[in-house]
């Protein structure tokens, strides 16, 4: 259960720093450069700053989710350490065991002696 709620929190941190990534422009331009007018609240400094905060944060989240993820992952034994459960490899194994022979009532044949070869 928790694997599944970091991993989609690492798919949500992914798609958010993507957008934010596109958003920017290396020239300059992009989001920030939609604000150049002087009259508004934030300007186009204060909107390259907060992308870039954005993006060291989103980063900085995405490698702190993955190094929390590899708490719920196969160990070299193959138990999952976060539920304990064995490898599907392990149960297949355990399962494709084949059954002892059913027990029957009939005496096994055994080979009678060779007679003995009479003296002349």
Do not use: H, Y
């Amino acid at each position: 259960m928790g694997s599944s709620i970091i991993s989609i929190l690492i798919i949500v941190v992914c798609i958010l720093l993507i957008l934010v990534v596109l958003v920017q422009n290396s020239k300059g331009g992009g989001l920030a450069s939609s604000f150049a007018s002087s009259n508004q609240v934030m300007g186009v400094r204060k909107t390259a700053d907060f992308l870039e905060k954005a993006t060291w944060t989103l980063a900085a989240l995405l490698l702190i989710l993955s190094v929390m993820s590899t708490s719920f992952t196969n160990t070299s034994d193959g138990v999952t350490r976060g539920t304990g459960t064995e490898s599907v490899t392990r149960q297949k194994a355990a399962e494709d065991v084949t059954p002892a022979a059913p027990e029957s009532n009939v005496a096994p044949i055994t080979p009678s002696p060779a007679p003995a070869p009479s003296p002349k």
